[in-house]
């Protein structure tokens, strides 16, 4: 059974070939805080609990925090599920408001240079998806350069191999799925402060006239004359939203997508299809404005000036929630393929995509077998000497952060 860190572990599965079904039992573990580890079985291949689901426990009833079990058919997935009682809630709220007070005092005290100091030796890894403009990334750059050494995946893959060790405050900057504005404002900036980024890059995205289905999901929800909106989950949940301005527009995409996640592959595009004719719009044939996928031949260019093409799947589905090891290991290898013919460049670098240990399940294997050297995660921290390469932890940034609070995510502090 492999064990991943962090509140989720798989066991079952790992392996094609595996019988689907099987059960692991274990007792409930005791947490820190108070709350409830208690293992969930993957009992008939597409026994989902949902997130705002009540469970109720043999001592304890409390919300379940966290996604649950998506496995099934040959890749059955064992979850654990934090619960959490009321009490709980109520601590970690006054918890929340002496922290607050305890960061402010933190950053005036200079705590982000000590922070800095004491992960000198260990490796930081930013993630961007999106460029808005291009001030801010400067003033980012600028903080980068002056605080850190940037390195690149290739660097780390050595690194981590056993070859030359990384510098102190290594830096990676990486940045997902491949849109346009990487292409347009991002990369000209990395390119005159001398930060090699690593792009990694959702082929069929690039390929042309293909959606990654969150965007979809986004497109709909700002455009539909609807003020008020109703769909209708696979299970039959029905999920209605008010729309009296644009902030609840994206809040409802967002939890939208965040619910079409907890589905299995198939469930999960049927869903999303049902989307924008229920909301009565139309999705245009290709991507445009900011959810544009940059071209190959700005891949190829962005290469050739010094940035990193890394792969990110073919389609951009969460790994954990596909059919069959056939299908994840097509995604995986299929990408790869598909960049080093497009680039003619070993492509050695992987991402997973929506990137936490639950999406990701037994993909690790997967990409050791298509001859990947690293893979990034989206699960939050600095990455020391010794850690997986094919689990590199990152810090989610954004291009519009304000000055100290970039500077504060970047050394790893409140991530
Ligand atoms: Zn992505």
Known sequence: MRRTEGHTRYAGGLSPGQPA???????????????????????????????????????????????????????????????????VIMKAMVTGALRSAAK???RRGGGIRVARWLNRH??????????????????????????????TMEQTAQAFAGGKPLPAKALAVTVDDGYRDFFEVAYPVFQEFGIPATVFVVTR???GGYWLWGDRVKYAFRHTPLERTRLELP????????????????????EVKERAKLLCRRDCSTFVDSV??????????????EFQAMSWDEARQAAAGGMEIGAHTVSHPILSSLGSWAEMAEEIAGSKRRIESQLDRPAPHFCYP?????????????????????????????????????????????????????????AAVGI
Not at 60 to 81: K, M
Not at 276 to 289: K, N, Q, R, T, V
Not at 359 to 374: C, K, L, Q, S, W
Request: proline letters at 9%; hydrophobic letters at 35%.
């Open 276 to 289: 924008a004719p229920a909301l009565g719009i139309e999705i245009p044939g290709s991507p445009d404005g």
């Open 354 to 410: 929506n990137g936490r240990m639950r999406d990701i399940g037994p993909a690790t294997a997967a990409v050791r077998d298509a001859g990947f050297a690293t893979a990034v995660t989206t699960e939050p921290g600095v990455n020391r000497a010794g850690a997986d390469p094919f689990l590199l932890l990152r810090i989610g940034v954004e291009s519009s952060y304000p000055p100290a609070y970039f500077e504060q995510r970047a």
């Open 205 to 207: 995205f690039l390929d």
């Open 21 to 87: 079904g099987r059960r692991v039992h274990r007792s409930p573990r005791s947490l820190p805080h108070g709350g409830k580890l208690l293992r969930v079985h993957d009992v008939d291949g597409f026994g989902h609990l949902r997130q705002a689901d009540r469970f109720e426990g043999p001592q304890e009833i409390g919300l379940i925090r966290g996604r649950e079990a998506v496995g099934h058919d040959s890749i059955p997935i064992i979850r654990e599920v934090q619960i959490v009682p009321p009490n």
């Open 122 to 151: 260990g490796l930081r890894i930013l993630t961007y998806h999106h460029f808005a403009g291009r001030a801010s990334l400067e003033r980012q750059c600028a903080h980068i350069r002056q605080c850190y050494t940037p390195v």
């Open 235 to 254: 299970d039959g949940t029905v999920l209605t939203h008010e729309l009296p301005d644009p902030p609840a527009r994206e809040r409802a995409a967002t």
């Open 104 to 106: 402010v005092a933190f």
